[in-house]
């Protein structure tokens, strides 16, 4: 079993629909979590961290279930700009601790 | 944001040669750096965790002596593909951890290998 898992999508949404994505982890000893954003053939960006409470940024919004260990990000009112492959990462540890991939979620927004 | 910057972009080389990439943070002090290799259409592959002043940590299946990595600093990290063949080919990307956790990733330097 992968330590962060993603389904790999594809997703396929009409524009101004709501999507949401779940990344699962193994380890419980993991402490922080993000997501990220890639576009093809450029490098991941930070989307939004994942705070223990929740938080929002906008359209999105991420979330964190450490009692079932994984985290989700929700996309609401897609645009076609959204079409993006998007990544969880899992840190365990502090600074020197070990940061973890999912292999990434494909979105894909149409008009 | 934090920047990290990847240098060069583009690189092409016979096969052969032995090709450095850079990873520099520009804003902030990384002990620790990230490479990375993702073929097209494929997820990102973590090749090696560079840690300043020590040893690089390979991932299984990634050949330490082909992949030289150094991080003599706390701001620059460099990856060497020593004799580089076209089935090393690829987009090799670099990240570094700031002390929030967050990584931030340089733009990634595309090789072809002739």
């Known amino acids: 079993r992968k330590e962060v898992e993603q389904d790999p999508g594809p997703f396929n949404v009409p524009e101004g629909a709501t999507v949401a994505f779940n990344c699962t982890y193994s380890?419980?000893?993991?402490?922080?979590f993000f997501w990220y954003r890639q576009d093809c053939r450029k490098e991941p960006k930070l989307l939004m961290s994942?705070?223990?409470s929740g938080n929002e940024d906008g359209r999105f919004t991420a979330q964190l279930n450490r009692a079932s260990q994984y985290i989700s990000l929700l996309i609401r009112d897609s645009k076609l700009s959204d079409s993006a492959t998007y990544l969880c990462v899992v840190n365990v540890g502090t600074n020197a601790g070990k940061s973890t991939f999912g292999d990434g979620t494909t979105l894909t927004v149409k008009p | 944001g934090a920047v990290v910057s990847q240098h060069p972009s583009r690189v092409i080389c016979k096969s052969g040669t032995s090709v450095k990439i850079e990873c520099r943070s520009l804003d902030f002090q990384a002990t620790t750096m990230f490479w990375y290799r993702q073929f097209p259409k494929q997820s990102l592959m973590l090749m090696a965790t560079?840690?300043?002043?020590?040893?690089?940590?390979?991932e299984q299946g990634v050949e330490k002596d082909k992949f030289l990595i150094n991080h003599a600093s706390l701001t620059l990290s460099t990856l060497t593909v020593t004799s580089a063949h076209p089935e090393d080919s690829s987009f090799y990307i670099c990240?570094?951890?700031?002390?929030?956790?967050?990584?931030?990733f340089g733009e990634g330097s595309r090789l072809t290998v002739l």
């Open positions: 380890n419980s000893a993991s402490q922080s």
């Open positions: 994942v705070y223990s």
């Open positions: 990240s570094a951890r700031a002390l929030t956790g967050e990584l931030f």
């Open positions: 560079s840690n300043e002043g020590s040893k690089a940590t390979y």
